[in-house]
């Protein structure tokens, strides 16, 4: 591989609650005009990549709750600085802040699956959130 900087890492949350009827429905948000996406951020020093993604889900949705154990799985994307590695966690939100640190620019929306993945802007995102509808509809 030669002298290749390693990526730099990101974490990010796909976050999820089950409706009433049992129907899964995903959380998604987006700045201004922007596609739809999910909360995720660079891992700083010192944190997890599971810390990272709920101090994100926090901070960009005011979304609180728990990671399941498994990645969804991981994506590479290319910044103006190099390539980025994100790995995506699954999150069951179990409350939600009125007020949120970056609500002034941000929208958040649940969505069903099905409308989360024709929304969601990136297409790597797109099996991960169909594991997830897979993994949750199983019976457990």
Same mark, same amino acid.
């Given at each position: 591989?030669?002298?290749?900087?390693?990526?730099? /890492? =990101?974490?990010?949350?796909? &976050?999820?609650?089950?409706? +009433?009827? !049992? *129907?899964?429905?995903?959380?998604?948000?987006?700045?201004? /005009? =922007?596609?739809?996406?999910i &909360?995720?951020?660079n891992? +700083?020093? !010192? *944190?997890?990549?599971r810390?990272?993604?709920?101090?994100?889900?926090?901070?960009?949705?005011?979304?609180?709750?728990?990671?399941?154990?498994?990645?969804?799985?991981?994506?590479?994307?290319?910044?103006?600085?190099?390539?980025?590695?994100?790995?995506?966690?699954?999150?069951?939100?179990?409350?939600?802040?009125?007020?949120?640190?970056?609500?002034a620019?941000?929208?958040?929306?649940?969505f069903?699956?099905?409308?989360?993945?024709?929304?969601?802007?990136?297409?790597?995102?797109?099996?991960?959130?169909a594991?997830?509808?897979?993994?949750?509809?199983?019976?457990?």
């Amino acid at each position: 591989m030669g002298g290749a900087a390693p990526f730099k /890492r =990101q974490a990010a949350a796909v &976050p999820f609650r089950i409706g +009433d009827d !049992g *129907r899964i429905e995903i959380l998604l948000i987006r700045r201004g /005009r =922007q596609p739809w996406g999910i &909360p995720k951020g660079n891992v +700083d020093p !010192g *944190r997890t990549l599971r810390n990272t993604a709920l101090n994100e889900a926090a901070e960009e949705a005011g979304l609180h709750g728990e990671l399941l154990e498994e990645p969804l799985g991981e994506f590479v994307y290319q910044k103006q600085y190099g390539e980025l590695l994100v790995t995506v966690y699954a999150m069951r939100v179990l409350s939600m802040d009125e007020v949120w640190m970056e609500q002034a620019f941000r929208e958040r929306s649940w969505f069903g699956v099905e409308q989360a993945l024709s929304l969601i802007g990136r297409k790597q995102l797109q099996p991960m959130i169909a594991k997830l509808g897979r993994i949750l509809e199983t019976p457990r």
